[in-house]
């Protein structure tokens, strides 16, 4: 066998190629020149390595992603939650309002009661009590 073919083997083997295509080749190299090999196989032959690398690099992005993306979904859900809890803590002070307001309906638009209430004001200030 040729200095290339065994030095390409052992870098097949040292480098972890598991792929079906590269054991062919592995394969083909005891037997076939690389002359003899096809286009097809030349250059996948070529490109196997650097598509390999490119696989690699891309998985780990993506599974830095989806870490990035869980992390944002935990984050969006405990913003839910907290418009959630403020909303029912506003419908709690509309409903106080609206008591207010059905509470003071009852007296008469006159203000009968702001004049009783600063006559009585008056009162306690002169130290007059009736």
Request: charged share 20%; aromatic share 8%.
């Amino acid at each position: 066998m040729a200095f290339w073919a065994s030095s390409f083997v052992e870098r097949v083997r040292l480098e972890g190629w598991t792929s079906e295509f590269v054991k062919r080749l592995t394969q083909a190299l005891f037997v076939y020149s690389l002359h003899t090999l096809g286009p097809n196989e030349l250059y996948q032959a070529h490109l196997t390595p650097h598509l390999t690398q490119a696989q690699s690099s891309l998985d780990a992005k993506l599974e830095a992603v989806q870490l990035q993306n869980a992390q944002l979904a935990e984050t969006v859900e405990l913003q839910r939650q907290e418009i959630q809890q403020l909303l029912s803590g506003l419908e709690s002070v509309i409903g106080d309002i609206e008591a207010a307001v059905v509470a003071t309906s009852g007296f008469d638009g006159e203000g009968r009661l702001l004049a009783e209430a600063r006559e009585m004001d008056d009162e306690l200030k002169s130290g007059q009590y009736p």
